[in-house]
């Protein structure tokens, strides 16, 4: 069950991508504007993010951290059997996986590679919740959606995805 909200929430993240923005960062809306099944609120303090719509294909980069589990190993497969789907494919110009291990500095400057690369969205395991806030910047600055899921970011600056785990180990 966890493992399917974890791909569920991939998904979720990866059709926001219909969205992406044309100006500098995105927009604060009420929501959820789309799908809300599956964009449960953590609270009512979340915010709503939506980016004016870009024509695709987009460029997109999964930036993992480290792989030396097997739950790791599965995501990256999926996420790139994801990309290859009919209907998904065509939407997709340039798919990028990259694991940086448990280095911070080396997972943010692989994110600020993508960004500089003209990536349209990252999608994310963060290797810590704090030291993301520049990148964030410029992710907006560049209209680069970010896209953390699993593990959440210490900030209310980007869209997070992620399951209530307390609640899925009861």
């Known amino acids: ?5 974890r791909v569920a929430g991939f998904a979720c993240a990866s059709l ?5 923005s044309a100006g500098a960062g995105p927009k604060i809306v009420s929501g959820p504007g789309a799908n809300p099944g599956c964009f449960k609120p953590w609270s009512d303090q979340t915010k ?8 695709g294909p987009y460029k997109i980069a999964l930036v993992n951290g480290f ?3 097997t739950w790791r190993i599965q995501m990256v497969k999926t996420a790139k059997a994801f990309a290859e789907q ?3 494919k065509e939407n997709i110009k340039e798919f990028k996986v990259v694991s940086t291990g448990t280095d911070v500095a080396a997972q943010l400057g692989a994110m600020e590679d993508f960004i500089n690369q003209g ?3 990252i999608v994310t395991i963060a290797v810590a919740p704090d030291g993301f ?4 910047r410029l992710a907006d600055k560049n209209n680069v959606v970010v896209v953390p899921f ?9 869209m997070m995805v992620n399951e209530d785990q307390k609640e899925m180990g009861r």
């Open 1 to 5: 069950m966890n493992w399917t909200l």
């Open 16 to 20: 926001l991508l219909s969205s992406v």
């Open 48 to 55: 709503f993010f939506q980016w004016d719509k870009k024509p």
């Open 67 to 69: 792989v030396g589990n």
């Open 86 to 88: 009919p209907g998904i």
């Open 119 to 121: 990536f349209d969205a």
């Open 133 to 136: 806030d520049r990148i964030i």
């Open 150 to 158: 699993d593990n959440i970011l210490d900030t209310d600056k980007v």
